[in-house]
Protein backbone atom coordinates (compact mmCIF):
# COMPACT_ATOMS: atom_id res chain seq x y z
CA UNK A 1 0.00 0.00 0.00
CA UNK A 2 0.59 3.51 -0.16
CA UNK A 3 3.78 5.01 2.35
CA UNK A 4 4.08 8.73 3.04
CA UNK A 5 6.82 10.11 4.78
CA UNK A 6 7.20 13.67 6.16
CA UNK A 7 10.36 15.84 6.87
CA UNK A 8 11.32 17.33 9.16
CA UNK A 9 9.15 16.48 12.41
CA UNK A 10 9.39 19.67 13.68
CA UNK A 11 10.19 22.79 12.21
CA UNK A 12 10.81 26.33 13.81
CA UNK A 13 11.53 29.75 12.07
CA UNK A 14 11.22 33.46 12.64
CA UNK A 15 8.12 35.43 11.55
CA UNK A 16 8.84 36.80 8.33
CA UNK A 17 10.86 34.00 6.89
CA UNK A 18 10.10 30.22 4.62
CA UNK A 19 9.06 27.40 5.96
CA UNK A 20 9.48 24.22 3.87
CA UNK A 21 8.01 20.73 4.67
CA UNK A 22 8.81 17.95 2.07
CA UNK A 23 7.25 14.57 1.57
CA UNK A 24 7.93 11.90 -0.73
CA UNK A 25 5.35 8.53 -1.89
CA UNK A 26 5.30 5.09 -2.74
CA UNK A 27 2.51 4.41 -5.03
CA UNK A 28 3.26 5.60 -8.59
CA UNK A 29 -1.11 5.52 -9.11
CA UNK A 30 -1.40 8.29 -6.24
CA UNK A 31 -2.65 11.20 -8.38
CA UNK A 32 -3.88 13.72 -5.61
CA UNK A 33 -2.05 15.03 -2.71
CA UNK A 34 -3.73 17.71 -0.27
CA UNK A 35 -1.92 19.15 2.83
CA UNK A 36 -3.83 19.53 5.87
CA UNK A 37 -3.51 22.38 8.92
CA UNK A 38 -3.95 21.22 12.31
CA UNK A 39 -4.23 23.92 15.05
CA UNK A 40 -3.84 22.51 18.64
CA UNK A 41 -7.24 21.11 19.68
CA UNK A 42 -8.58 21.21 16.27
CA UNK A 43 -9.40 19.07 13.25
CA UNK A 44 -7.52 18.85 10.24
CA UNK A 45 -8.27 21.61 7.63
CA UNK A 46 -7.21 21.28 3.94
CA UNK A 47 -4.67 24.62 3.00
CA UNK A 48 -3.88 23.50 -0.60
CA UNK A 49 -4.04 20.54 -2.59
CA UNK A 50 -2.65 19.62 -5.88
CA UNK A 51 -3.38 16.93 -8.75
CA UNK A 52 -0.81 15.00 -11.00
CA UNK A 53 -0.90 16.84 -14.03
CA UNK A 54 -0.62 19.98 -12.24
CA UNK A 55 3.87 20.92 -11.54
CA UNK A 56 3.10 23.47 -9.29
CA UNK A 57 0.13 25.56 -7.37
CA UNK A 58 0.04 28.52 -5.10
CA UNK A 59 -2.70 30.59 -2.95
CA UNK A 60 -1.20 33.31 -1.71
CA UNK A 61 1.69 32.74 0.67
CA UNK A 62 1.23 29.31 0.19
CA UNK A 63 2.48 26.69 -2.44
CA UNK A 64 2.84 23.24 -3.31
CA UNK A 65 5.29 21.54 -5.60
CA UNK A 66 4.74 18.29 -7.04
CA UNK A 67 7.72 16.40 -8.57
CA UNK A 68 5.44 13.04 -9.88
CA UNK A 69 9.37 11.56 -11.28
CA UNK A 70 10.75 11.69 -8.28
CA UNK A 71 7.70 11.10 -6.15
CA UNK A 72 8.09 14.06 -4.11
CA UNK A 73 6.36 16.78 -3.06
CA UNK A 74 6.46 20.32 -1.10
CA UNK A 75 4.67 23.02 0.67
CA UNK A 76 6.07 26.38 1.27
CA UNK A 77 4.96 29.43 2.75
CA UNK A 78 6.65 32.32 2.52
CA UNK A 79 6.58 35.54 5.43
CA UNK A 80 5.55 33.21 7.73
CA UNK A 81 2.91 34.60 10.79
CA UNK A 82 2.79 33.62 14.47
CA UNK A 83 -0.98 32.77 13.17
CA UNK A 84 0.92 29.89 10.94
CA UNK A 85 2.36 27.90 14.07
CA UNK A 86 0.46 24.52 13.77
CA UNK A 87 0.87 20.86 12.31
CA UNK A 88 0.98 20.13 9.08
CA UNK A 89 0.09 16.95 7.14
CA UNK A 90 1.20 15.79 3.91
CA UNK A 91 -1.35 13.27 2.43
CA UNK A 92 -1.50 11.42 -1.28
CA UNK A 93 -4.61 9.35 -2.61
CA UNK A 94 -4.55 6.36 -4.63
CA UNK A 95 -6.72 6.60 -7.72
CA UNK A 96 -9.64 3.72 -8.63
CA UNK A 97 -12.74 3.10 -6.79
CA UNK A 98 -11.29 1.95 -3.82
CA UNK A 99 -9.24 4.95 -3.58
CA UNK A 100 -8.32 5.66 0.07
CA UNK A 101 -6.15 9.09 1.67
CA UNK A 102 -2.42 8.33 3.25
CA UNK A 103 -1.56 11.00 5.63
CA UNK A 104 2.38 12.00 6.81
CA UNK A 105 3.47 12.11 10.38
CA UNK A 106 3.08 15.49 10.52
CA UNK A 107 5.46 18.37 10.75
CA UNK A 108 4.85 20.88 14.09
CA UNK A 109 5.87 24.27 12.59
CA UNK A 110 6.53 27.20 15.27
CA UNK A 111 6.47 30.82 13.91
CA UNK A 112 8.28 32.42 16.60
CA UNK A 113 8.72 36.55 17.09
CA UNK B 1 -18.09 22.42 9.07
CA UNK B 2 -21.80 20.77 10.56
CA UNK B 3 -21.79 18.97 7.66
CA UNK B 4 -20.12 16.41 9.88
CA UNK B 5 -20.01 15.01 13.14
CA UNK B 6 -18.75 12.87 15.78
CA UNK B 7 -20.34 11.23 19.21
CA UNK B 8 -19.39 11.66 21.70
CA UNK B 9 -16.71 13.92 21.68
CA UNK B 10 -15.42 12.57 24.95
CA UNK B 11 -15.73 8.84 26.60
CA UNK B 12 -13.82 7.30 28.94
CA UNK B 13 -14.41 3.26 29.00
CA UNK B 14 -12.59 0.29 31.03
CA UNK B 15 -10.59 -2.45 29.32
CA UNK B 16 -12.26 -5.47 27.68
CA UNK B 17 -15.49 -3.04 27.55
CA UNK B 18 -17.51 -2.36 23.64
CA UNK B 19 -17.53 1.31 22.82
CA UNK B 20 -19.08 2.58 19.55
CA UNK B 21 -17.82 5.70 18.12
CA UNK B 22 -20.50 7.59 15.74
CA UNK B 23 -19.95 9.46 12.73
CA UNK B 24 -23.02 11.20 10.67
CA UNK B 25 -22.57 13.63 7.76
CA UNK B 26 -25.32 15.37 5.73
CA UNK B 27 -23.42 16.00 2.20
CA UNK B 28 -24.12 12.51 1.02
CA UNK B 29 -20.50 12.00 0.03
CA UNK B 30 -19.67 8.15 -0.93
CA UNK B 31 -16.18 7.95 0.78
CA UNK B 32 -15.83 8.14 4.72
CA UNK B 33 -12.69 7.55 6.57
CA UNK B 34 -11.56 6.87 10.32
CA UNK B 35 -7.98 7.40 11.76
CA UNK B 36 -6.60 7.58 14.58
CA UNK B 37 -4.24 10.08 15.94
CA UNK B 38 -1.28 9.95 18.21
CA UNK B 39 1.78 11.32 18.71
CA UNK B 40 4.55 10.52 16.76
CA UNK B 41 2.23 8.69 14.10
CA UNK B 42 0.31 11.25 12.39
CA UNK B 43 -3.47 10.32 11.37
CA UNK B 44 -3.44 6.90 10.75
CA UNK B 45 -6.06 4.93 8.72
CA UNK B 46 -8.06 2.33 10.85
CA UNK B 47 -11.20 1.41 7.99
CA UNK B 48 -12.44 3.30 4.90
CA UNK B 49 -15.57 2.88 3.09
CA UNK B 50 -15.84 3.74 -0.64
CA UNK B 51 -19.85 3.77 -0.62
CA UNK B 52 -22.77 2.27 1.48
CA UNK B 53 -22.16 -0.95 2.25
CA UNK B 54 -18.63 -1.24 0.97
CA UNK B 55 -15.75 -1.31 3.75
CA UNK B 56 -11.74 -1.83 3.53
CA UNK B 57 -9.25 -2.14 6.17
CA UNK B 58 -6.56 0.68 6.28
CA UNK B 59 -3.30 0.46 8.08
CA UNK B 60 -4.40 -0.36 11.87
CA UNK B 61 -7.48 -2.31 11.71
CA UNK B 62 -7.07 -4.95 14.11
CA UNK B 63 -9.43 -4.57 17.30
CA UNK B 64 -11.82 -2.48 15.19
CA UNK B 65 -15.32 -3.20 12.97
CA UNK B 66 -17.02 -0.70 10.90
CA UNK B 67 -20.48 -0.88 8.85
CA UNK B 68 -22.27 1.35 7.45
CA UNK B 69 -25.51 0.49 6.25
CA UNK B 70 -26.33 3.59 5.29
CA UNK B 71 -24.72 6.68 2.96
CA UNK B 72 -24.84 9.26 5.92
CA UNK B 73 -23.50 7.00 8.77
CA UNK B 74 -20.34 5.18 9.48
CA UNK B 75 -20.02 4.08 13.32
CA UNK B 76 -16.53 2.63 14.64
CA UNK B 77 -16.72 -0.28 17.09
CA UNK B 78 -14.05 -1.38 19.42
CA UNK B 79 -15.46 -5.08 20.31
CA UNK B 80 -13.10 -5.44 23.44
CA UNK B 81 -11.11 -2.11 24.29
CA UNK B 82 -7.32 -1.89 25.18
CA UNK B 83 -5.44 0.48 26.50
CA UNK B 84 -3.18 1.15 23.28
CA UNK B 85 -7.02 1.73 21.81
CA UNK B 86 -6.38 5.26 23.71
CA UNK B 87 -6.29 7.64 21.17
CA UNK B 88 -7.94 10.74 19.50
CA UNK B 89 -10.13 9.62 16.90
CA UNK B 90 -11.28 11.50 13.54
CA UNK B 91 -13.89 10.73 11.00
CA UNK B 92 -13.82 12.19 7.56
CA UNK B 93 -15.67 11.98 3.94
CA UNK B 94 -14.97 13.01 0.57
CA UNK B 95 -16.43 13.06 -2.43
CA UNK B 96 -14.89 11.49 -5.83
CA UNK B 97 -15.32 13.62 -8.79
CA UNK B 98 -15.30 12.02 -11.98
CA UNK B 99 -15.54 8.18 -10.43
CA UNK B 100 -11.38 8.71 -10.86
CA UNK B 101 -10.83 7.86 -7.20
CA UNK B 102 -10.21 10.06 -4.47
CA UNK B 103 -9.53 13.29 -5.50
CA UNK B 104 -11.18 16.37 -3.67
CA UNK B 105 -10.92 17.71 0.04
CA UNK B 106 -11.91 15.32 3.16
CA UNK B 107 -13.73 17.62 5.46
CA UNK B 108 -12.73 15.83 8.88
CA UNK B 109 -14.84 15.86 12.19
CA UNK B 110 -14.65 17.27 15.75
CA UNK B 111 -12.64 14.32 16.60
CA UNK B 112 -13.67 11.76 19.65
CA UNK B 113 -10.84 11.66 22.86
CA UNK B 114 -11.57 8.18 23.91
CA UNK B 115 -9.56 6.96 26.99
CA UNK B 116 -9.20 3.41 28.06
CA UNK B 117 -8.23 2.62 31.50
Known amino acids: GENVEQHPSTLSVQEGDSAVIKCTYSDSASNYFPWYKQELGKRPQLIIDIRSNVGEKKDQRIAVTLNKTAKHFSLHITETQPEDSAVYFC????????????FGTGTRLQVTL | DAGITQSPRYKITETGRQVTLMCHQT?????MFWYRQDLGHGLRLIYY???????DKGEVPDGYVVSRSKTENFPLTLESATRSQTSVYFC????????????????FGQGTRLTVV
Open chain 2, 27 to 31: WSHSY
Open chain 2, 49 to 55: SAAADIT
Open chain 2, 92 to 107: ASSESKGGRGLNTEAF
Open chain 1, 91 to 102: AASTTGTASKLT
